[in-house]
């Protein structure tokens, strides 16, 4: 994929446009992550506790058989998001996808 940047003082807000002969994957999930706004909680249930958990606490998140967790220092959390849900809503700044089933919070990971 090409990648051009043009400054031009006319666009006080960002426009991104993308010129593509077919929509693929990979340009859907380019318009996905440059379209999102960050989502700082989720919600994430514990017992029969339902907690909301600031994007900042989360350590990883991963899935397994079927269900998706996320880990913060109070303990795991099921969430009902789906891994890719997650990828595409938290700050991708701060949240890496290491591989099929994890995500981890590089911020917390270069501290430890």
Do not use: H, W
Not at 12 to 34: A, G, H, N, R, W
Request: hydrophobic share 35%.
């Amino acid at each position: 994929m090409k990648v051009e940047l043009k400054i031009d003082n006319n666009y006080k807000t960002p426009l991104c446009v993308i010129y593509t002969d077919q929509i693929t994957e990979e340009i859907k999930s380019y318009i996905t992550k440059l379209s999102c706004t960050t989502q700082n909680t989720v919600t994430g249930k514990s017992g029969d506790d339902v907690s909301i958990i600031n994007q900042n606490d989360i350590i990883n998140i991963y899935a397994s058989n079927g269900e998706v967790f996320a880990v913060t220092d109070r303990g795991e959390f099921t969430v009902t998001q789906r891994l890719y849900e997650l990828e595409n809503s938290l700050d991708y700044n701060k949240f890496v996808r290491i591989s099929k089933s994890e995500i981890i919070n590089s911020q917390i990971a270069i501290a430890s």
